[in-house]
């Protein structure tokens, strides 16, 4: 049996009482006692999340940029512009050479030729095994930070919390930084990597420190009336907020275009020729086959990973990802259906239909249902 890997905090975790799952080859909580009070306490309040098992890489060199253009499907330019603030996040994914999605990431622009990028930590050897290959003849070196733990701090009560901390721990001056941080953007101080990012569809920061302090940052945090929360909790929380999760709503055989990412491409300038454009042109031209929607049951039960979905007697799509809304009292879903249907259909559930509403894939944004 493979043994599992573990964060800086996991001794804080399991002291809670956490219940612990294998994420990833990652000892990881689930919940501490309840998912569905966690859900609510970011949605109201502010909680956070031990992140530490996703993979943080510094990129640097003069080529640094031509290497994320050519890498990424959005456009570096959009950030590292001579308009663009220094600390500006950018959301892309990576694609094959036929589209297909590798994995999608967030990636900081500090300044000059230096960018830091995150990426899922379920899929840290293909992604820095093909990041690596990519990268051949590009003036640039990536770094991976594996001894940087992350926190992420969420919920409407979030910022003023980690505002205060800031200024206590880190001196006034940080602390105004921090509380002038506009919405994806990222700041550093001395070790500490603070982002106003997140994936839960709430205002708040993701910390990143030394993985030596991450313990004590934990602790304060507590002590501040910051809720510890778990993966469960965070998963129904980036499903109400319409958030995309690698393996499900996303792959290696699935386009952006075809899972409500768009915007997250950038074909302009056609000049930029990054990896996989080719056949993203191709679909922008004639248009997509499938495309991802938002779903709500019309009716009792719960939508899960897999079901199909009916028009008219004829399977049209699957669900991606399905589940239980706290925040609706409903169950949500996202799902991949072909690109002409637009009327309500029918998921299949133990064998029988059940009506539900086809939707753009969004239900609730800052706590309010959409």
């Given at each position: ?14 002291q ?6 294998d ?5 990881m ?21 031990d992140?530490s098992?996703?993979?943080?890489s ?14 990424l ?12 603030l220094?600390g500006?996040?950018?959301y892309?994914?990576?694609?094959n ?16 030729d230096r ?7 379920a899929?840290?050897?293909n ?38 901390w ?29 982002g106003?990012?997140g994936y839960?569809?709430e205002?708040g ?10 313990t ?5 945090m507590?002590i ?30 699935t ?11 950038g ?21 997509v ?9 019309d009716?009792?039960?719960v ?14 799509g ?39 509403i ?13």
């Open positions: 049996m493979t043994k599992l890997l573990k964060t800086p905090i996991n001794a804080a975790h399991l809670a009482g956490a219940k612990m799952v994420f990833g080859g990652w000892e909580p689930l919940h501490y006692g309840s998912q569905v009070e966690e859900h609510h306490t970011i949605r109201n309040h502010a909680g956070m999340f992140v098992h996703m993979v943080v510094d990129l640097i060199g003069t080529g640094a940029a031509d290497y994320l253009s050519k890498l499907a959005n456009d570096i330019a959009r950030i590292n512009n001579s308009n663009a220094i500006k996040a950018l892309s994914c990576m694609l050479e036929e589209g297909g999605v590798i994995d999608d990431l967030i990636v900081y622009w500090m300044g000059g960018y830091r990028i995150v990426t899922n930590a899929t840290r050897e992604d820095l095994s093909w990041m690596n290959s990519v990268l051949e003849g590009f003036d640039a070196t990536l770094t991976e930070q594996s001894k940087v733990a992350m926190v992420a701090v969420q919920g409407p009560e979030a910022r003023e919390l980690v505002i205060a800031g200024a206590d721990k880190l001196g006034a001056e940080v602390g105004k930084d921090i509380k002038s941080l506009e919405r994806f953007f990222a700041t550093e101080y001395d070790g500490w990597f603070i106003r990012t839960t569809g205002d920061f993701e910390v990143m420190m030394v993985e030596d302090k991450a004590l940052f934990w602790e304060e507590l501040a009336g910051v809720k510890p929360c778990g993966l469960g909790a965070r998963d129904t929380l980036r499903l109400e907020a319409g958030m995309m999760l690698y393996g499900s709503d996303l792959d290696a055989v386009t952006p275009l075809e899972s409500a990412l768009s915007w997250s491409v074909l302009d300038p056609a000049e930029r020729r990054f990896i996989g454009r080719e056949l993203l042109d191709e679909q922008k031209e004639r248009g086959n499938r495309k991802l929607v938002g779903v709500l049951l009716g009792r039960g939508m899960r990973d897999h079901q199909k979905l009916f028009f008219g007697g004829e399977q049209v699957e669900i991606t990802s399905g589940g239980f809304s706290p925040t609706l009292n409903r169950t949500i879903a996202l799902a991949r259906i072909r690109a002409d249907v637009t009327e309500n259909c029918e998921v299949e559930m133990r064998g029988k239909m059940v009506p539900v086809i939707q753009r894939p969004l239900f609730v944004r800052n706590g309010q249902p959409i």
